[in-house]
């Protein structure tokens, strides 16, 4: 259906001056819309108010009587009780002057259809059925305001004869009094609008009405507290128009009805029963969507960021970073334990879960499969778990936002289960390869379909029998190691990984954690399929990647001293320390302890002057997330600092090299890019304190490159704007905040 573009509507005709149509005249005038409303009701009175109100110019109580001066252009809305529109189509009939535009803003749109077909023998090109859905427990022609429609949803539901013209006339008249159009086919209109509205009404007025038939009903509404008069709001709408809408939509609000009877009936079962794990699975799950939706209309879910929000860094030159400082919870930690505790028998507690997008996302999925998860409350979590094979099938697809990490360790796991489930991303992620997971999947027998080029959406058949594999790593990635290793729980015999360079490793360490042996040796892992997990306390040490941030920050920035506290070290993840003591930084590991299977120390940084290094290749896979902020140290360095065997940094949430890269040209620093890695020349040993020129630059929805360039600031002449920062919320949510009670000059806008 094309939409053609319109001038503004010439007069507009509302017949049926209440809430819905009221607010248009209102909207319209105010944004110089139309040339003149002309209203119609069917009482004088409400005539004569809706002009004393400012709502119409002039009004009539028959649609008829202003027909003959109509012309093309003019728009007549129909927003009466959806049984009534019929009746008001047939007044229309043969009298409508051509090119004029018929709409509706009744909540049911088949019955609408049906009485075009009825009236006009067909849905006639100049009607354009649509819904404001902006009703409320308020009417009539005093509800009526002008902002009603403000970032408010319209929905159109267009015939294929529907003419292009009107319908691009309606689009740019709900445009111009504020609100966001989209188009639905009816069907599927009617069947969402059931399950959204039309159930909740019924659902409302028939529990007030249920207490109100109560002896004691008068005590009920004296003492009904908050819950109630919430709950029960929308019991208060008006009657008739809600009679029609049930009469209207009957097939689709009996399908909603009786789901909900039969979850109402599980419910009844559960509390009769004393199930507390159903209720708590209920209820657990309800909040969590709940919780989502609000944080949707807020605009900011923390799905689809990218998309919702839009977020500006300004880092204002200068500074330094002091004091004691805890980053967030380690983001790869985070997301296994939520995947090893949701298939392990009994409760496992977590303490420091990262609550950033991309370990809630990983969160989510799992809730979606059934499991009961109680919190984050301020990083803790218990999880409820379910078993090896205890998981089920989603509603529908698994979306995991901006995480490769949820996708490829998932896919691994779901390609063991007896049910079929898709994964989907955010745009950033959608353009990452997965056949690095989906052909070691497929070699062990899984049946799992890409998108084109490899990339997501991953479909993944469950029932498959899997066998066992040896699987020697093309590339040094733990998201492949672990992705393999956990599709090796399920598969029958020994699973085996073998890396070519070290890589984080907290997947083996973590399953042996819950229990589970796996045989390691030396670049090999091995696990033998058919075993169990069994539950157990996990304490996620602050992130090194996120506590980077600030030991470049330090290392940079002259008068700095802080001290990350309580920070993962694991082995395969210290490369960035490594690399900053090659650098020149002053780095020290305090109070080193072991937690839970995981080395952890109080890191120490303080401002050093830096040179430039040629970066060991075996340090790559041991600080892969960390260049970008490695980069920056490098641009504060004395001399010329190269990175080879990184093509890897291709590939992640942007390509980091060309990202940084183009960053820092426009900070002023000669950056050239190779194959594989960087050259970057630094420019520290100028005896300047300023390194980086102001400007602007694009952190292209990658966190790591906002965070790192935000950094960037501390030795910056200018400000420096960074944009498309949303992101930094799938791993670091209060990195501004840290940054600045560091010391850092950060806004975010
Ligand atoms: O296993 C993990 O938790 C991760 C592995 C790394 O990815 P690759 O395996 O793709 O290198 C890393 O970049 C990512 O942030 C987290
Ligand atoms: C690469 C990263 O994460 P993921 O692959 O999980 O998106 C990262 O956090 O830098």
Redesign the pocket.
Known sequence: MTVARQEGVGRLVVVGIGLIGGSLALGLKAASGCREVIGVARRVETCEQAVALGIADRAVTDVREVLPELEAGDVIFVSVPTLTVEAIFAQLKDQLPAGVTVTDGASVKGSVIAAARKVWGEVPEFLVPGHPIAGSEQSGVTAARDDLYIAHRIILTPAESTGAAHLGRIDAMWRAVGAEVLTMPVAEHDEVLAATSHLPHVIAYGLVDTLAHDAENENIFRYAAGGFRDFTRIASSDPVMWRDIMLANRDAILKSIDLYTSNLEALRGAIASGDSEHLMGVFTRAKAARDHFTKMLAKKAYTETMEVKDVTFVAHPGGAVNGELRVPGD?SMSHRSIMLGSLAEGVTEVEGFLEGE?ALATLQAFRDMGVVIEGPHNGRVTIHGVGMNGLQAPPGPLYVG?????MRLLAGLLAGQQFDVTLTGDES?SKRPMNRVANPLREMGAVVETGEGGRPPLKIRGGKTLKAIDYPLPMASA?VKSCVLLAGLYAEGDTSTTEPAPTRDHTERMLAGFGYDVRRDGARACVTGGGKLTACHIDVPADI?SATFFMVAASIAPGSDVLLEHVGINPTRDGAINILRAMGADITLQNQREVGGEPVADIRVRYAPLKGIRIPEDQVPLAI?EFPAIFVAAACAEGETVLTGAEELRV??SDRIQAMADGLKVLGINAEPTPDGIVIQGRGGQGSAEVFAGGEVDSLGD??IAMSFAVAALRAGAEIRILHCANVA??FPNFAELAGRAGMKLTVS
């Open positions: 983001k991309d901006n995480s490769g990490t949820s992620l998201q990647s997330d992640k949430e966190h790591r799938t791993s």
